[in-house]
């Protein structure tokens, strides 16, 4: 007897009635339908299997694991190019650890179909149940941290949202970013957390463009001295400038624009110096410096100028 039969019986009850099919599509009317995709429907098998297993054992939790659903023109064999994998998987995992404040490794436990679906799991801790689907582990691991707060990063560059929260966070997103950008892919996110619950999240083209208008620079310029002792000249035209004697004391590398000028002034290894210089930062849409760069203006107004060769 097929898990089915039933089915069949009451179809063969109801043949001879002919409102029956009318009455069946009416009943479906008022239930409605519920669209649900695979990994809401796996939350449910996950849940429902965590309950079970703490009927026996309260302090159950189930196995954490990670699925990467990589989407674009090349995924429909749900195969996992190299060049893809080289290209994405270990920034994720630096993307993680940023995101937990702390080290975490993964590790690839399959791929399938559906698109191309990366499943993966942290390294598992040795404490383990008998049961292999069930660990005895704190309900929040660093791998749960990291992609609590990696979701919401993720939703809130799909919706365009201020990120100034997660900034610590942006260099290695920016990785993940560049790399998706480079191969034609979007990326959804679902964590399957040992609590039974899920979190899922999608960097598509919308959020990778956000990344990149975030990371564009503005010039702030401002004048400034500095004074010490010359401890490096270079013939490229850099002097640098150490401010103290102590070890840890601030030096700036000065650019000159004319290097022959810096030649003509004849300076000397240990010679004490006053720039006037321009302090250039780029700074990026949150305010982030990317770079920043000293370049001579001239002597200060103390300084007795170096004598410039003819």
């Given amino acids: 007897m097929t898990g089915d039969s039933w089915r069949e019986r009451r179809r063969a009850l109801r043949g001879d009635d002919p409102d029956a099919s009318r009455r069946a599509a009416q009943l479906l009317d008022a239930l409605g339908s519920e669209e649900r995709d695979d990994e809401e429907v796996e939350a449910d098998h996950r849940a429902s299997r965590l309950a079970a297993a703490r009927e026996y054992a309260p302090d159950a939790q189930l196995d954490e694991e990670l699925q990467l659903r990589l ?8 195969a996992l190019r190299f060049q893809w994998g080289d290209a994405l998987l270990e920034p994720v995992e630096n993307l993680v650890s940023a995101a937990a404040g702390t080290p975490v490794q993964l590790e690839l436990t399959g791929i399938s179909a559906g698109s191309t679906v990366v499943h993966a799991r942290p ?15 704190p309900a929040t691991s660093a791998a749960a941290t990291g992609l609590g707060t990696l ?8 919706s365009e949202r201020d990120i100034r929260e997660w900034t610590k966070l942006f260099d290695a997103l920016e990785s993940v970013s560049r790399a998706l950008s480079r ?5 959804g996110v679902t964590w399957y957390g040992a609590d039974g619950s899920m ?32 401890t490096e000249l270079r013939e490229s035209g850099v002097v640098k400038v150490k ?7 601030l030096a700036y590398e000065v650019h000159f624009e ?10 000397g290894l240990g010679d004490n110096v006053h720039f006037r210089v321009r302090f250039r930062q780029q700074l990026d849409s949150m ?6 760069e000293y370049t001579y203006l001239g002597p200060a107004a103390e300084q007795t100028s170096l004598r410039l060769e003819p």
């Fill in 151 to 158: 979701t919401l990063l993720l939703d809130a560059l799909e």
């Fill in 258 to 267: 004319d290097p022959e000028e810096l030649l003509r002034m004849r300076p």
């Fill in 243 to 249: 401010t103290g004697t102590a070890k840890n004391s």
């Fill in 287 to 292: 305010g982030i410096a990317r770079s920043a």
């Fill in 199 to 230: 979190r899922r999240a999608r960097l598509t083209e919308r959020g990778r463009s956000y990344v990149k208008r975030l990371r564009e620079t503005r010039d702030r310029d401002q004048e400034m001295i500095v004074s010490g002792r010359i």
């Fill in 183 to 187: 191969h034609a892919l979007d990326l």
């Fill in 123 to 137: 390294v598992p801790t040795p404490v383990e149940s008998s049961h292999p689907d069930v660990l005895l582990a």
């Fill in 71 to 78: 989407t674009g023109p090349d995924t429909d064999g749900g």
